[in-house]
């Protein structure tokens, strides 16, 4: 049995078999299994006999533009999947979604408060410094001083990193958060509140480390090619905006005689059907998504290709209440229950997603929920009560209810936005307009608040329920919906403060059924990610639901029919 998977299950044991174990005993049970060294090599894995192409040079699609390589800075996944290969972590997931470590060697703790993490000594940066703890509390403390404006400010307060909230809110300063060196290559973390996932939640980009001496030399002009210093596999060579992003590997990498590609091009294509056919011509190699449209036709003609995986993420549509006349709940439920999820899911999408009636996905570890009432209704009684609630709140035939949908540049979205469009205005009446924006404008609109309703994804940072409920918390940096209910904070600050799975998940289901009583957001699905991989790609992984799918991990075998 591997220490990680010896470790599970004390875990599981003592706390499912002895709730109220808190002697000594298990504490120091747990230290000595933490203390085990773990097993942190990740990288390819060439099989014997494999022929290797010549050309190492993977082209992947990424959907939209990136808006930043500041991995304090990003929102949305597209930045966060060429970080994963040009910034390394403490932690991350291995091809199978297990937590395994990466920079940190492995780490320590008596209480799920305190941790201690051992780094790796032969972690470079990729102009040829050592990564240090330094590094990670130079970071970090960026992270959460107001001055730098991160919209993941947030994410260290969800882990109760002490002063972290404080900090934030600029009552302290970003020295005093509770991280320290405590040499070269230790690093201390005390939180206010016992987290027995903390681990996990340091797979997150925000949380990667970044160079000091870069930084504080070229300011917000370090994440350009000619001055990029980071620590992952691959170093950043070229950055055109619209046109592609190109990565070379990284000699100083700790694992580099273990990486296999070469060069790594990633093309921000917003639209699938153009992404779709340059794979088809051999132009792209890995693409972001495919089109809903054509979905049908690739099973059947390049089944050979095409890759269907699990995912931690919902798709959900946003509203804004504080905008009115989204400030009614009558009126954010009446669209819940008139939008048919199973139509969107077998006739829009129809790749496997499954309905969503609440926000955390089934998949996601330690989730409980409920199905809320109107889940368990027919279509035709949710939408009679969803009549009854729009004319109660002054909307009907002779006053029907307009409103503003945002969605950003995707065909996928814009057939879901059109159906949803067509499905509200015979079921309610209603009049909607739909606003296309591109990326990086859509983020501003939503961060400003100038929509009414816009679509949505929320993916999962690490593996845990929180991950998704803390996103609607009134201290979060990200909550566009600006929904504050000091009900919802306090059930979210009581499973922060749970001391057993059994209390936090009774919070989560808590939480789960509040959202569905006061709809801030009406969740449509539970995503799958279907993606073109070129069969001469090896190491894809179609196991881990956070899609952390590095190149790190891939390689080219040879075209039998060319070579």
Known sequence: MHAKQLTSFLHHFAYNTFPSFTHCFYRCILFFIFTLPFISAQAANVPNGIKLAKEQHLVRGVGAEVASLDPHKIEGATAGTVLHDLMEGLTTEDENGNLIPLIAERWTTQDNKTFTFYLRKDALWSNGDPVTADDFVYSWRRLVDPNTASPYAWYLEMTTMQNAAEIIKGNKKPETLEVKALDDFTLQVKLTESIPYFPKMLVHTPV?????ATIEKFGNKWTRAENFVGNGAYNLKKWTVNERIV????PHYMDADQVIIEQVSYLPIENQVAEMNRFLSGEIDIT???PNEHYSRLTKEHSDSL????LLCTYYYGIRVTNPPFDDVRIRKALSYALDRDI???????????PAYYFTPDKTADMV????????WSQEKRDTEARRLLKEAGYDEDNPLEFELLYNTSEN????ATAVRQLWKQALGVKISLINEEWKTYLDTRRFGTFQVTRSGWCGDYNEPSTFLTLLMSTNSSNDMHYKSEAYDAILNRALQATSNKDRQQAYKEAEAMLAEDMPIIPIYHYVLARLVSPNIR???MNNALDIIPSKLMYKVADTHKE
């Not at 990565?247 to 990284?250: A, P, Y």
């Not at 969107?344 to 499954?354: D, P, Q």
Request: hydrophobic content about 25%; proline content about 7%; overall charge positive.
């Open 369 to 376: 929920a409920d199905l809320p009432d109107y889940a368990t």
């Open 413 to 416: 979205h814009k057939k879901i």
């Open 344 to 354: 969107i899911t077998h006739y829009i999408t129809g790749k496997g997603e499954s």
């Open 208 to 212: 990667k480390p970044v160079h000091k």
């Open 288 to 290: 972001s998504q495919v």
């Open 307 to 310: 890759r269907i995986s699990p």
């Open 247 to 250: 990565l070379e590997k990284n």
């Open 539 to 541: 190491g894809y992984s």
